[in-house]
Structure formats: C-alpha cells, structure tokens
C-alpha cells in the first residue's frame, strides 16, 4: 500500500460570463439550482461550504461540517470534502479531502471551470470512492452548464433507490 494521493480532474467551458459563474459556485442560493437542493454558503476563508443532498436531513448525504480553504475573488475556490454515505469511515473520519474550483475568463461571454479533488489515498479501499466521484463531478459541472446556459441545474447526488 501506498499512502500517496490521488486525484480527480474535471473541466468545463461554460457559455456564461465568470461573475456569473462565480456566484454560482459562492452564493446560496445559486448552488442550491445545480448542485444540491439546500446549501450552507459563506464565501469567505473559513467560512461553510455545506450541501444537503436530502432537503430536510442533516445526518446523511451532506457535506456538514465543510469548510473553505481558499477564496480567491473569481479566480479560485477550496473547501474541504466529505464523500457520501456509503464512503463514510473511509473519507469522513480522518483528514478531509480537498476540492479545488478555478476559474478562468475566455471571453466575455465563457468560462472555463477546472475542478481538482485530492486528498484520496492510493490504495483499494479507495477505488469506489474515486470511480463514484469522477462520476460525480461529471454530472456537477454538466448540471452548472445546463443551468447557467439553459436555466435547468441536475441537482447531484441523489441517493440511490
């Protein structure tokens, strides 16, 4: 076994101004169209960066607790990361891993987002952790697109049926 870390790398160019971009990721009520239906948003270092998969449920499928690292005014975006129920002894109890958002300017009219998470152990006990979550970023970034470009967020990571 390895203790080195692994990543996960997504990234997107979104047909939408970067303030609007931006505010998506840093204001409540933004996150809560495309990413998760009740959202815990202060946009500063140190500040709460908690989503509520489950409207209404605070012990289960959340980030609770999570917090931002980093705040740089439309230019980047850290918080700490909890992974979802069924990774819970693997990813939430000892040190968090990292979500990393930048933001880039292509035009006045797009955005590039690149979503960096690290911190996941190189081992196999991990292995289901980051396929979920490669999985995961995915559907997020697709789901800003969609609802910055057409008004229609997919809120992730509803909980299996």
Sequence with gaps: MTISTKGISKEITVDAPLNLVWHAWTISERVSEWFAPETVVEAKEGGAYELYFIPGNKTGMNTSGCKITKLAYEKELHFTWKGPDQFESLMNKNALTIVQVSFKSINESSTKVTVEHIGFKDNEDWIEAINWHQIAWSGVLDS????????EGNLCCQPLK
């Design 144 to 151: 800003l697109k969609s609802a910055l470009e057409k008004g």
